[in-house]
């Protein structure tokens, strides 16, 4: 994954590219804000501590506009099973990228 800014309109943009051809959809990071992006985080932590799967409460709702996903422990699937990625990983990706954008 590569981060960076560019300038539109006079206003910062913060993007997120995969670089990884396996976890190319989670390009969809570009979209978080800070408080969306903690809240995602947030909400894996729960999953990883407790090993469960989150299933009727999302603090993460706008996540679910973008693609879909679904928390099935230790893994999410997300579009639909084209990203399987686990838990930990995308809550690493996710720390990365809250840095980069509250930087």
């Known amino acids: 994954m590569t ?3 560019r300038i539109f309109n006079g206003m910062k943009h913060n993007i997120c590219e ?3 051809v396996d976890y190319y959809n989670l ?3 570009t979209f978080f804000s800070a408080k969306e992006t903690s809240s995602f985080i947030d909400d894996l ?3 990883i501590m407790h090993k469960f799967n989150i299933s009727d409460f999302y603090l ?3 996540v679910e506009n973008i693609y879909t996903i679904e928390y099935k422990y230790p893994n999410m699937v997300i579009d639909d099973g084209i ?3 686990p ?3 995308l809550k690493e990706l996710l ?3 809250l840095t980069f954008i509250t930087q």
């Open 83 to 85: 990203v399987i990625i």
């Open 18 to 20: 995969s670089t990884n």
């Open 60 to 62: 993460s709702d706008s």
């Open 95 to 97: 720390q990365d990228w």
């Open 27 to 29: 390009s969809f990071f």
């Open 3 to 5: 981060f960076h800014s």
């Open 87 to 89: 838990m930990i990983d």
């Open 45 to 47: 932590n729960r999953c």
